[in-house]
């Protein structure tokens, strides 16, 4: 299984951008996908989740601003970024909790991860 992220670049602020994550491979189930982001010096945090079923939950920094969606037929989770600001500046890694073919319990993969920076 992997999770292919995509869509991350330069920005000024105020800017939007439009994230993308898609996974592949032996996949029976998707359950909850989510994007996190990791800034310089810093841990990687939760910006937002989505259940199978479509609904999210927002990091505080991203509500109002974010808005995370997904495609179950084509395994892919979303991430629209509107009136970004420098502080948005990271890099923005997706999961998602996996059920594969064949397995008996779930597991969280991850994304490789891509990076936005945003310019005051």
């Known amino acids: 299984v992997q999770l292919q992220a995509s869509g991350g670049g330069l920005v000024q602020a105020g800017g939007s951008l439009r994230l993308s994550c898609a996974a592949s491979?032996?996949?029976?189930?998707?359950?909850?996908m989510g994007w996190y982001r990791q800034a310089p010096g810093k841990q990687r945090e939760l910006v937002a989740s989505i259940t199978s079923t479509g609904r999210g939950t927002y990091a505080d920094s991203a509500k109002g601003r974010f808005t995370i969606s997904r495609d179950n037929a084509k395994k892919s989770v979303y991430l629209q970024m509107n009136n970004l600001m420098p502080e948005d500046t990271a890099v923005y890694y997706c999961?998602?909790?996996?059920?594969?073919?064949?397995?008996?319990?779930?597991?969280?993969?991850w994304g490789q991860g891509t990076l936005v920076t945003v310019s005051s």
């Open positions: 999961n998602a909790d996996i059920f594969r073919v064949g397995r008996i319990m779930r597991q969280i993969y």
């Open positions: 491979g032996s996949i029976s189930s998707i359950y909850d």
